[in-house]
């Protein structure tokens, strides 16, 4: 995807998390139905249990496991960053948020398992009236934001998550209450990563963690909390999750530094060493300043 001034209003809007100018080394997202091998469409996934046996194998190559519980655990939380995060971004920064519904996704998986992109079938997307892009051909308008956000949560959960995780724990006993938990992280994390780029104070970013999950799914709410730590002149924010993971299963890794299994206070001051050496490094490039131009 490259930005030019004929852009696409979606891509415009998902630009800062895919991160056109900056290097993004994650996934690649692309538009349009691909093809190639590697590619699996979600919507095929929902009721053909070989693909989906295919798909966890493969992935569960990629993260050294063979425990079908492990590689759907592992699995949803790779899986959910890949849109939950796009959908956020876009909500907030130019409120335009890209239709994620299952018939509208697909990803890819290298030979080793690991998942290297992704893509939306078509750029559709809503949007408010007052938006310059609501007369787009791609755009569907919703009266306001709060309609907005059901429109995203609509076609995020109930036309994808929900379906795709109720097939996935039918095959492997993975409890919906982690897939609950993933995307509630998702979510906030995003607005965590908005507010230290400056789009929202600390304190903003609370509030608005707290409307987006009070007006999704009943089981987003309570899953995790997000708190503020200080270094210096320097204020983020941090989260616990309330619902484990289950990566600390797998024997080459541990727990998060969110987890819920760590107890409040150790995590705390694990999150507050963390912020206090980020805050060094940033002190430290800001004293360095950069030799003067040759006159010469």
Not at 84 to 91: C, E, I, N, P, S
Request: proline share 6%.
């Amino acid at each position: 995807m490259t930005l030019a001034e004929s852009i696409h209003p979606l891509e415009e809007a998902l630009a800062p998390n895919t991160g056109e100018s900056e290097g993004h080394s994650g996934p690649e997202l692309s538009f349009g139905r691909p093809s190639g091998p590697g590619w699996y469409f979600v919507s095929e996934l929902l009721d053909d249990e070989e693909k989906l046996n295919e798909l966890l194998g493969l992935f569960g190559k990629h993260v050294k496991t063979e425990r079908p519980f492990l590689q759907a655990a592992l699995f949803m939380s790779w899986y959910t960053h890949l849109f939950a995060t796009d959908v956020v971004y876009g909500l907030y920064t130019l409120k335009r948020v890209p239709d994620v519904s299952a018939d509208n996704f697909a990803f890819r998986l290298d030979s080793s398992g690991e998942i290297v992109e992704y893509a939306f079938y078509s750029r559709r997307f809503a949007a408010l009236p007052a938006d310059s892009a609501a007369t787009h051909a791609d755009a569907v308008t919703v009266p306001d934001f709060e309609s907005l956000i059901a429109w995203m949560f609509e076609r995020m959960i109930e036309r994808h998550m929900r379906p795709l995780f109720s097939h996935v724990r039918a095959r492997t006993k993975l409890g919906m209450n982690v897939v609950w938990a993933s995307v509630a992280t998702c979510c906030a994390g995003a607005i965590m990563r908005l507010q230290r780029a400056g789009f929202f104070t600390v304190e903003e970013a609370m509030a608005a963690k707290t409307s987006l999950l009070d007006r999704g799914p009943k089981p987003l709410r309570e899953r995790l909390s997000v708190y503020p730590l200080s270094s210096g002149d320097h204020q983020a924010l941090f989260m616990r999750v309330e619902v484990c993971c289950q990566k600390y299963l797998h024997p080459d890794m541990g727990k998060c530094g969110y987890c819920a299994l760590r107890p409040s206070e150790e995590q705390r001051e694990m999150q507050q060493y963390y912020f206090d050496r980020h805050v060094a490094e940033l002190e430290r490039e800001s004293c360095v300043s950069p030799e003067p131009a040759s006159t010469t």
